[in-house]
């Protein structure tokens, strides 16, 4: 199960830690803030995506990273809402589940795909405990296919170099299907059983329904990554209710 904290960093506008299967991310966001002339959008926020290795100065595979963010993000932001400024978004990776020992960065094989859905829970976390305002959430999850056939979701790091194909997805809380990145040998019969697979994780029994959101947090339904958010944002609403309370 996730392990999640909002709010960890106290110095910027918005934060969060996430933990699964081998990861750990930590990610802050500031904005919307003064953009510089030559990256200012005359209509919307520039959003800007700096993933950090363990160890080391990023290259050509965080910037991939970035990118892929960057482009997910602006589905889930209401960039209209500040034009002319920017979001800067930093997430560093804390733990990975096969660290390198002399550079502390992910096997080349796995240096893309298999980092990705934990970054991308991140700057949603991240996002959610911030004042921006936001159209939808998001969830992700990674589900590679063996050299069998079988299926299997949040594989381990041997899991994903022996996979015959590696699929991350990424699922709007109203059940839109926002991001796919597949790498690997696979015909649309499996990719369609891919796709199932992770709505479930991402969605549980909210994937048939697709008009459902953050707004509805206290509705009962089985274990997902969207009810994992859900209730990161209750226990965090509870807090703060209490600490007003105290106040009063």
Known sequence: MPSTILAPLDRADGSAA??????????????????????????EAAIDVVVRPIAGVGGI????????????????????????????????????????????????AASNIQLLPALLQTSMLALLSTSIPLSQTFTSTLVVVDPHGRLVPDPSAQQVHSASSVHVFA?????????????????????????????????????????????????PGPLSLQNVMRNTMQERMVKEQRWKNSLG
Do not use: K
């Open 18 to 43: 996430y933990s699964y299967n081998g990861f750990s991310i930590i990610g802050g966001i500031n904005g919307p803030v003064e953009v510089q002339r030559r990256d200012e959008l005359p209509e």
């Open 171 to 219: 699922f709007s809380s109203r059940g839109d299907l926002l991001l796919v990145e597949s790498e690997g040998s696979f015909d649309l019969a499996v990719w369609e059983q891919v796709v199932e697979q992770a709505r479930q994780i991402c969605l549980g029994g909210e994937a048939a329904d697709r008009d459902r959101d953050i707004a509805s947090m206290d509705a």
């Open 61 to 108: 595979r965080e910037r991939h990273l970035e990118s892929i963010i960057e482009r997910t993000l602006r589905h889930t932001v209401v960039v209209t809402a500040h034009p002319r400024t920017l979001i800067q978004v930093t997430l560093q990776v804390i733990a990975t589940q096969e660290e390198d020992s002399a550079s502390g960065v992910l096997p080349q």
